[in-house]
């Protein structure tokens, strides 16, 4: 078995969120993306057995790699609104700064390689906002509601947030998250 290059690897993860940003998860051709990386076609099946392989690694690597960094923003000993707004603005600035990322992300839930990834990556990935969920629950800070409904008032308000902002609707500055977490708030408080 050949040896696998980190620096080879990077590039075929970072062209390939290219291409899905560009074109989708249909425009990922194996020989196409081996070209444009400079690499045969062979080397690239040392790195992925195929594209169904290629698009759950790189899918399982984001979500582990971006849960585990968002987990890093919040501390214990924050008070719990504080606690909820900081992973919200986590995931407003990673949709901001990582648009290449976060369309990987958004398609791959919508398209038959979601299933592929494993239930335990899925839930590590909500299990901090779930956990946090049921602690504002458990505090009487929150709905006592669905915790999906919740996440999805929560979801939704962040991605309009982050549509806003890209749009040049809205100028990211503190008034303004300010502003839109309170709505956030405002919808989930009980």
Do not use: H
């Amino acid at each position: 078995m050949r040896v696998k290059d980190e620096t080879k690897q990077l590039a075929i993860v970072e062209n390939t969120l290219d291409v899905v940003f560009e074109r989708g998860f249909a425009g990922i051709k194996m020989a196409d993306l081996a070209n444009r990386v400079g690499l045969s076609v062979s080397t690239l099946y040392v790195y992925y057995r195929n594209k169904e392989d290629l698009i759950v690694s790189i899918a399982i690597g984001l979500i582990e790699r971006e849960t585990q960094r968002s987990e890093q923003e919040i501390t214990e000993d924050l008070p719990y609104k504080l606690k909820l707004k900081m992973l919200w603005l986590f995931w407003i600035n990673f949709s901001i700064n990582n648009k290449k990322e976060m369309s990987f992300l958004e398609q791959l839930k919508k398209s038959p390689y979601y299933e592929k990834v494993p239930i335990s990556v899925k839930e590590t990935k909500s299990k901090m906002a779930m956990n946090l969920i049921e602690l504002g629950k458990r505090e009487g800070l929150l709905k006592n509601i669905d915790n999906n409904i919740l996440m999805g008032i929560i979801g939704a308000l962040m991605g309009e947030t982050v549509k806003l902002i890209m749009d040049g609707k809205m100028e990211l500055n503190q008034k303004n998250i300010d502003f839109m977490f309170s709505m956030v708030w405002d919808a989930i408080k009980s």
